[in-house]
């Protein structure tokens, strides 16, 4: 981690401090519950992506270009990026009809929105609003749609790619 002596490292070194919130479970495409390690272990990076059901068509196109983008950006065997989805339905249909269909992992249903809305990143705090970490440190390297600008504007299919070679893996 980032050695926090300035305010803007402070704020780097704690969001890398904060991936434990996630906790130990998850669910996976089948809404079976998984284990931290089975499902994150050796992926270069990390999507904390928040959404829900009602939040319209910006969560629904962006999950639907998710939906293409995940397998491509994990072809053969690749473990280039998993993503988490966070979300803030109100109730377990909701949930449910979120989690349909997606071929990665996401927050079980019953989990605390609370406790990971105060700890995991989401600095727009609006929806969709994914955030890509490390895979390896769990450091911040780009947070989604803020300060106005549209979610396809900040993560782009080819994102990937660029952020691999950053971390270098």
């Keep these: 981690p980032q050695n926090p002596k300035t305010p803007r490292s402070l704020f780097y070194y704690n969001l890398y401090l904060r991936m434990e919130y996630l906790g130990d479970e998850f669910v996976d495409c089948d809404m079976d519950i998984v284990k931290r390690a089975d499902v994150l272990d050796g992926y270069k990076l990390v999507m904390i992506f928040y959404n829900a059901s009602w939040c319209g068509t910006g969560c629904g196109d962006f999950r639907a270009q998710l939906k293409a983008?995940?397998?491509?950006?994990?072809?053969?065997?690749?473990k280039n990026i998993q993503i988490i989805s966070v979300t803030m339905d109100r109730n377990e249909g909701?949930?449910?009809?979120?989690?349909?269909?997606?071929?990665w992992i996401g927050m079980p249903w019953g989990f605390d929105k609370m406790k990971i809305k105060a700890n995991v990143p989401?600095?727009?705090g609006g929806h969709p609003s994914p955030s890509i970490l490390n895979g390896a440190t769990g450091e911040v390297m780009k947070f989604?749609?803020?300060n106005g600008n549209d979610v396809f504007s900040v993560i782009k299919f080819e994102s990937v790619a660029e952020w691999i070679s950053k971390i270098g893996a």
């Design 94 to 103: 909701e949930y449910e009809t979120t989690m349909e269909d997606v071929p």
């Design 144 to 146: 989604g749609a803020q």
């Design 122 to 124: 989401n600095p727009s």
């Design 69 to 78: 983008w995940y397998p491509e950006w994990n072809k053969d065997g690749e």
